[in-house]
């Protein structure tokens, strides 16, 4: 009853919602392409790559999701080298992302919207033989069709923070029906563990996994592109940098701010702006511009006397951790929710980051106590503390060991996941 609800509700909500989903794509580009996939209609050649396969399908959302993904892909097929794979994602960022950077045996494909008859035709061509939800993707008619044919669906990454479990317990009536149905459910720690029975996971389907994005052991190989670019504009291995990643609205403006002081100190700073989301290029190297600043951008014809680069593409902010001094993460001073601070500390990087971490608070909390990273609240906190580190290497090393003590739990989570799917029949 409650998905026959849901079913004819479903037309109304995208009614409602569709012009801003619709615009959202738009200013991300590349919306048109491979837009049928979505409504689960796909090509001859598609169709022929998936006929008979019976892949395993990985789902994500966006960015984020789309690296734990990859990583469990590589993961899996490092034990077993022709099992098929499909990745599906649902923006541009991420499949363009995937896309770019998955295993030549992946096939990447746009998620097909959670409609009755477009799930049956999405799922008519993949005809998975199990299914990954990455993190929190459970979906009424993608539970009900994979249910209906017997094919085993797991949520891996699983986690819930305490908002949403507010949230979701508010709507158990609905939601316990569907967490019920799901085959194995890999949460990050002990509570999850707890937050996933009392919204209708069964207890004997959950397994503590450590979480995926925590893994220190699962970082990327660093690529030596990132030296390459900044030799070419003149900025040399002895130059300091600061590096903002994953910066949204208003951050870099912080930033720029911040550099402008500390260049009083740090004569040769060097700043490196990686904004989460790339389409939003223009207006800050505009803003830059505004503050007196000489901007390089990454994919501009290379130019020397800059002051900062903004890079303005996607999938390679863990490469250019690798070559920052101090790393500061976005999305938590002057937006709501943080980025995952553990490329950088991989990279071997001191982090800072503002007090809105809710997406990564557990992890946030743990840094903060260790001294394995540093809040900050405003502007001049911030160029305090990056004075800090930049006078001190040894500062920086000692933050960076009190960091990847903190992760030591998660590690080997990628793995851990992998034999649990790999286990499931």
Known sequence: ???????????????????????????????????????????????????????????????????????????????SPELPLVLTTT???????AEKTAPAPVTVLYSPLDFWPVMRRAFATIAPSKIVLIEAEVWPNMLHEADRRDVPVVLANARLSHRSEKR???????????????????????????????IGARAECIHVTGNIKFDAEQAPAFSAEPRQVLN???????????????????????????????????????LVIAP????????????????????????????TASDVLLIDSTGELANWYNVATVVFIGKSMAAHGGQNPVEAIAAGKPVMFGPHMENFAAIARALIESDGATCVRNRAEFVGQAARLLRDARERETMVSRAREVLAPHRGATVRTAELIRALS
């Not at 050649?45 to 396969?53: D, H, S, T």
């Not at 923006?91 to 992302?97: D, I, K, S």
């Not at 939601?175 to 509570?191: G, Q, W, Y």
């Open 1 to 79: 009853m409650i998905r026959l609800l849901y079913n004819v509700l479903w037309p109304v909500g995208l009614a409602l919602f569709l012009p801003g989903y619709l615009l959202k794509m738009f200013r991300r580009g590349a919306y048109r392409r491979n837009f049928g996939q979505r409504l689960g209609f796909y090509t001859r050649e598609v169709r022929g790559r998936l006929r008979a396969k019976r892949p395993l399908w990985i789902h994500a959302v966006s960015v984020g999701e789309v690296l734990i993904a990859l990583r469990l892909a590589r993961e899996l097929q490092t034990r």
């Open 91 to 97: 923006t541009t960022t991420g499949y363009a992302l």
């Open 168 to 198: 979701f317990l508010r709507f158990r009536f609905a939601l316990a029906p569907m967490f019920r149905k799901l085959s194995l459910v890999c949460v990050t720690d002990a509570v999850d563990t707890a937050r996933s029975q009392k």
């Open 232 to 270: 070419e504009i003149g900025i040399t291995s002895a130059r300091p940098i600061l590096l903002g990643g994953s910066t949204h609205r208003g951050e870099e403006q912080i930033l720029a701010g911040a550099f402008l002081e500390l260049r009083r100190e740090f004569a040769d700073l060097f």
């Open 276 to 303: 989460r989301h790339v389409e939003r290029a223009a207006e800050i190297e505009s803003l830059l511009r505004g503050r007196d600043l000489r901007v390089c951008r990454r994919s501009a014809p290379r130019q």
